[in-house]
């Protein structure tokens, strides 16, 4: 027969137990996944992007374990359309492009830390594009404009080549055209986690038909 004492034990431990569980988002045995974002496993498929269900119409993104099945890694962004990621050959980091609409797309890094859980590192596009998109929006001759990115390639473990465009409508003269703005460049990642801007190059405008070629060229993603 088990004393008081030992059933107040027992009690307390279960309970502690239960708090652990609750309070650990590592241990996410229960997750129901809405979405998964095939564009971003891992080469080894180790790692994936899923939105998950939280509650009544919410959902939230994250970097799941595809063999433990644990939540190792918030994207805090909105919702996203479509997720392409592309990973170092290590597998220790990784870029994202993600698609959100009608407003384009956009990067961010992420690091696997020592814990075995994605950490960002937050960077900023060239100040070209950014001062470009400004002008942009200052212009009333423009009838629409989208911000997009592109990825290259992984140079190293630690440095990658991206692209940032700025395509945009225009009327001139009763007719409408289309042209884009571009920037390539390469983000380095230190040893110190922080993301260093290198190799900017200023493509400039280029017409529908130029801007097919360069990325055909250079083999970038959209």
């Not at 993104?61 to 996203?80: M, R």
């Amino acid at each position: 027969m088990i004393s008081l004492k030992h059933l107040f034990f027992l009690i307390a431990f279960f309970n502690l137990i239960t708090f652990a569980i609750a309070t650990d988002s590592s241990l996410d045995t229960g997750i129901s996944i809405f979405k998964s974002y095939e564009q971003s496993l891992s080469p080894d498929g180790k790692f994936e992007v899923v939105m998950i269900n939280k509650g009544e119409d919410e959902v939230e993104t994250y970097f799941i374990n595809t063999e433990t099945k644990k939540l190792i890694g918030a994207i805090n962004s909105a919702p996203k359309d479509d997720i392409t990621a592309l990973w170092n050959n290590k597998v220790s980091k990784v870029v994202l492009l993600l698609q959100r609409g009608k407003v384009g797309s956009f990067l961010e890094i992420f690091i696997l830390d020592s814990r075995g859980r994605f950490q960002q590192i937050l960077f900023n596009l060239p100040k070209e594009i950014e001062n470009n998109y400004k002008k942009l929006q200052k212009d009333s001759a423009i009838l629409f404009r989208e911000s997009t990115c592109g990825l290259g390639s992984w140079i190293d473990d630690n440095t990658v080549s991206l692209i940032a465009d700025n395509s945009y409508e225009k009327r001139d003269k009763d007719i409408n055209y289309f042209n884009h703005y571009l920037a390539s460049f390469n983000v380095h990642i230190t040893k110190e986690g922080k993301a260093v801007l290198q190799n900017i190059k200023v493509i400039g405008s280029l017409t529908d038909k130029e801007y097919d070629d360069f990325v055909a060229k250079h083999n970038y993603q959209f």
